[in-house]
């Protein structure tokens, strides 16, 4: 695949992610029973960011979960005989609490899905949420994600790819044509 554009460097992101982490903020009117939970693997770093932001906002630290979707995709059977799971890691308590799942790119909204039904199997939170870095269209299921970094139109035979510093040694965002 080859890069067709970059359209969001660090500094985007993290403007990206100030903006997204004050919206989080005043929607919720606080961070009382807020608690970000990241979709392995870049909203984990994507979620601790945020977390970091809105300490900084509001003075008080909001707990921050892992969480692997492998086992609830629907295409499992598609992407591996043995697909690798990682470890799902929520040292807290849903219940009653206001979960935003954080993502690096929304496209499909299956993943999404997977996220809805491995956090209904650890408990049940009072509302949950949605935000991600990119929201790049072509929905085959009713999702809508709550924060959005930034919209990014494109065909299906293009490939949006965040790279983060924690996972891939740099911050941005290109386009990869197949």
Known sequence: MEEKARI????????ALVRISHEIVEKNKGVEDVALVGI??????????????????EGIEIPVGVLDITL???????LSSQPVVHKTEIPFNISDKKVVLVDDVIY???????????LADIGRARMIQ????????????PIR??????????????????????????????????
Not at 8 to 15: G, K, P, S, V
Not at 161 to 177: A, T
Request: include cysteine; charge should be positive.
């Open 40 to 57: 392995r693997r870049r909203g984990v770093p994507l979620a601790r960011r945020m977390a970091s932001y809105i300490s900084g906002i």
């Open 108 to 118: 499909t909204g299956r993943t999404v899905r997977a996220a809805l039904d491995a």
């Open 72 to 78: 609830y995709r629907d295409d499992l059977s598609s």
């Open 130 to 141: 949605l935000a991600v870095l990119i929201d790049r269209g072509h929905r085959e299921l």
């Open 8 to 15: 969001m460097d660090e500094t985007a992101i993290n403007r």
């Open 145 to 178: 994600p709550d924060y959005v970094g930034k919209n990014v139109p494109t065909s299906s035979d293009e490939v949006v790819k965040v790279k983060l510093e924690e996972v891939d040694g740099e911050n941005c965002v290109v386009i990869l044509k197949r």
